[in-house]
């Protein structure tokens, strides 16, 4: 069953609007009585399914939190560390690099 705070994957990972495949409502005598949500987890690939309650489905539950990662990619994230100023630096240049040779292809082909 999903959790108050949203609806989750068995692996762990919290499902948003952009793992949802189809949703709708269960209707009785032309009154939703449950949200159906089916999704397909993009951690571990399974596609699952969640029935809640009509009465207390707010959207909200569906939307992206900011600066929440998945539970297996937490752990990841942190056995990695933090992005060092050398690591900020490289990047940097890498990306001068990639602008460079696309400026260059753009004005080659006009």
């Not at 949203?6 to 919290?14: D, M, P, T």
């Not at 949703?23 to 005598?29: E, N, P, T, Y």
């Not at 909200?60 to 939190?65: E, K």
């Not at 752990?75 to 260059?104: W, Y």
């Amino acid at each position: 069953m999903p959790r108050p705070e949203g609806v989750w994957c068995e692996c762990g990972c919290r499902i948003t609007i952009h793992h949802v495949l189809q949703h709708g409502f269960v209707m009785s005598h032309w009154v939703p009585q449950f949200v159906y949500i089916k999704y397909q987890c993009s951690n571990c690939g399974r596609t699952g399914q969640e029935l809640l309650e009509f009465k207390s489905w707010d959207p909200a539950v569906l939307d992206v939190p900011l600066g929440e990662p998945c539970a297996p990619d937490s752990h990841r994230l942190a056995k990695l560390g933090t992005i060092t100023e050398g690591e900020v630096s490289q990047f940097a240049r890498e990306l001068r690099l990639v602008e460079s040779t696309e400026l260059e292809r753009m004005l080659s082909d006009s």
